[in-house]
């Protein structure tokens, strides 16, 4: 037991810190090339950060381990949600302004409603698996198409502020770029590995360290970027990270999964997880919404959103116990 927990701590560990340097790398190669700040902003730090996700679900997937798969994916939008907007919003209060992101938000509902029909049937198909990256593909080009008709919006605006501290030259940008890749692959793997053991050791389910240890750790490069911006003011990068990566889990990480090998899901998925990240989803497009011209999430309901998450986690914990 004792390795595998090394091997998840320092798995844990190198993932965050390569898919930092990842995310940056690709940033810094995109700015070069001459990509608008807009689309560095929704595709590349939006869907960059979610890397550790799809990485870590796509090899237990491949390894014939679907609980981590959908556990890290649907137990990171909880933590993204619950965890990181809830910490968040409690350093500083999240005010919504870009259009942008208040209009992805609803997407994002049509993609956990997808996710939730596809759960029905107690399993996810390789077909099943085609259509989220379809359904994620057609998503992505609308929002890019309506992104370049604003290139004056809030969030493109505190992309090129972000992009302006950054040195500008093509060598080390791709050398942080590769070189996140790679480690981001050999932690994932790490992890995988570590996880399925302690999770054999211990007699649990795959899917309960999917949900808890995998999905929190693979949520941390979020967290991070999110406070970041969030002390900086730019709360539309905070919020944005969350939402973009809310979409590329439920579409595009479970979507890969599901293609790679077909995967059975086991009813608490649908009845607890789908459903507790459902309804967080939920709140927040309510409270992006609250107020006329904008929404906001205060201090107030930070607190909240991390009780959700520390009442979620307890009643799993309390499912392996009792």
Same mark, same amino acid.
């Given at each position: 037991?004792?390795?595998?927990?090394?091997?998840?701590?320092?798995?844990?560990?190198?993932?965050?810190?390569?898919?930092?340097?990842?995310v940056?790398?690709?940033?810094?190669?995109?700015?070069?090339l001459?990509?608008?700040?807009?689309?560095?902003?929704?595709?590349?730090?939006?869907?960059?950060?979610?890397?550790p996700?799809?990485?870590?679900?796509?090899?237990?997937?491949?390894?014939?381990?679907?609980?981590?798969?959908?556990?890290?994916?649907?137990?990171?939008?909880?933590?993204?949600?619950?965890?990181i907007?809830?910490?968040t919003?409690?350093?500083?209060p999240?005010?919504?302004?870009?259009?942008?992101?208040?209009?992805?938000?609803?997407v994002?509902?049509?993609?956990?409603?997808?996710?939730?029909?596809?759960?029905?049937?107690?399993?996810?198909?390789?077909?099943?698996?085609?259509?989220?990256?379809?359904?994620?593909?057609?998503?992505?080009?609308?929002?890019?198409?309506?992104?370049?008709?604003?290139?004056?919006?809030?969030?493109?605006?505190?992309?090129?502020?972000?992009?302006?501290?950054?040195?500008? +030259?093509?060598?080390?940008?791709?050398?942080?770029?590769?070189?996140?890749?790679?480690?981001?692959?050999?932690?994932?793997r790490?992890?995988?590995?570590?996880?399925?053991?302690?999770?054999q050791?211990?007699?649990?389910?795959?899917l309960?360290?999917?949900?808890?240890?995998?999905?929190?750790?693979?949520?941390?490069?979020?967290?991070?970027?999110?406070?970041?911006?969030?002390? +900086?003011?730019?709360?539309?990068?905070?919020?944005?990270?969350?939402?973009?990566?809310?979409?590329?889990?439920?579409?595009?990480?479970?979507?890969?999964?599901?293609?790679?090998?077909?995967?059975?899901?086991?009813?608490?998925?649908?009845?607890?997880?789908?459903?507790?990240?459902?309804?967080?989803?939920?709140?927040?497009?309510?409270?992006?919404?609250?107020?006329?011209?904008?929404?906001?999430?205060?201090?107030?309901?930070?607190?909240?959103?991390?009780?959700?998450?520390?009442?979620?986690?307890?009643?799993l914990?309390s499912?392996?116990?009792?």
């Open positions: 037991m004792l390795l595998p927990a090394i091997a998840v701590l320092i798995g844990l560990v190198v993932l965050i810190w390569s898919a930092d340097r990842f940056e790398g690709a940033a810094d190669t995109a700015a070069i001459g990509v608008p700040p807009l689309l560095i902003g929704m595709v590349i730090i939006g869907f960059g950060t979610s890397a996700e799809l990485v870590v679900s796509a090899l237990a997937s491949s390894e014939g381990n679907p609980g981590i798969a959908l556990g890290n994916a649907y137990g990171s939008n909880i933590s993204n949600i619950a965890l907007l809830g910490t919003a409690v350093i500083a999240i005010v919504v302004q870009s259009q942008i992101v208040r209009r992805e938000l609803p994002l509902i049509g993609a956990t409603l997808i996710a939730v029909w596809q759960l029905a049937d107690g399993a996810i198909t390789r077909l099943e698996g085609i259509i989220l990256l379809v359904v994620f593909a057609g998503i992505m080009g609308l929002a890019i198409w309506h992104g370049l008709r604003q290139p004056d919006d809030v969030l493109a605006q505190e992309v090129t502020a972000e992009m302006s501290t950054h040195q500008n +030259k093509l060598g080390p940008a791709l050398f942080w770029l590769l070189l996140g890749l790679l480690l981001l692959i050999a932690s994932s790490a992890l995988v590995w570590g996880s399925v053991e302690i999770a050791g211990l007699g649990v389910s795959d309960i360290i999917g949900l808890t240890i995998v999905a929190i750790g693979t949520s941390l490069p979020e967290l991070a970027s999110s406070i970041a911006a969030c002390r +900086k003011g730019e709360n539309d990068i905070a919020l944005g990270n969350v939402i973009g990566s809310n979409l590329f889990n439920t579409l595009a990480v479970v979507g890969i999964a599901g293609t790679i090998h077909p995967m059975t899901v086991e009813p608490e998925v649908l009845t607890r997880d789908a459903a507790v990240m459902g309804a967080l989803t939920l709140l927040i497009l309510g409270l992006s919404y609250r107020r006329e011209g904008h929404g906001q999430i205060g201090r107030l309901a930070g607190v909240f959103l991390l009780a959700c998450f520390l009442g979620y986690n307890a009643y914990v499912t392996v116990l009792l």
